[in-house]
Nanobody, 128 residues
């Protein structure tokens, strides 16, 4: 069973930095690609960044490329995925969700439908 717990959200100002963390547990977690998505009221979840099961191959949405960095550290039955967010903008305001791929031995994907495991979300608010 895969469980995901996010932390690190908060209220910051434009131009500030913030790092989100996702602790993922489960015997198979290290075989799954993982990602961060975000969602604002009335909108679908938007892809932010993904990383493959080894932590060596990141993939970013154009809107965050050059500002956000995704990291992954694997341990036995546990994986920690962090999203370092720099130069934050008001349009980055959203609930951020950590997700793990449904399939084993999976890489990166920007499609929410390929992620079968989700955390509870953490709010990020960027004031202007």
């Amino acid at each position: 069973q895969v469980q995901l717990v996010e932390s690190g959200g908060g209220l910051v100002q434009t131009g500030d930095s913030l790092t989100l963390s996702c602790v993922a547990s489960g015997r198979t977690i290290n075989s799954r690609g993982m990602a961060w998505f975000r969602q604002t009221p009335g909108n679908d979840r938007e892809f932010v960044a993904a990383i493959d099961r080894t932590g060596q191959t990141p993939y970013y949405a154009d809107s965050v490329k050059g500002r956000f960095t995704i990291f992954r550290d694997n341990a036995y039955a546990k994986s920690t995925v962090r999203l370092q967010m720099n130069l934050l903008k008001p349009e980055d305001t959203a609930i951020y969700y950590c997700a793990a791929r449904t399939e084993f031995y999976s890489g990166t994907s920007a499609f929410a439908g390929q992620y079968g495991h989700w955390g509870q979300g953490t709010q990020v608010t960027v004031s202007s």
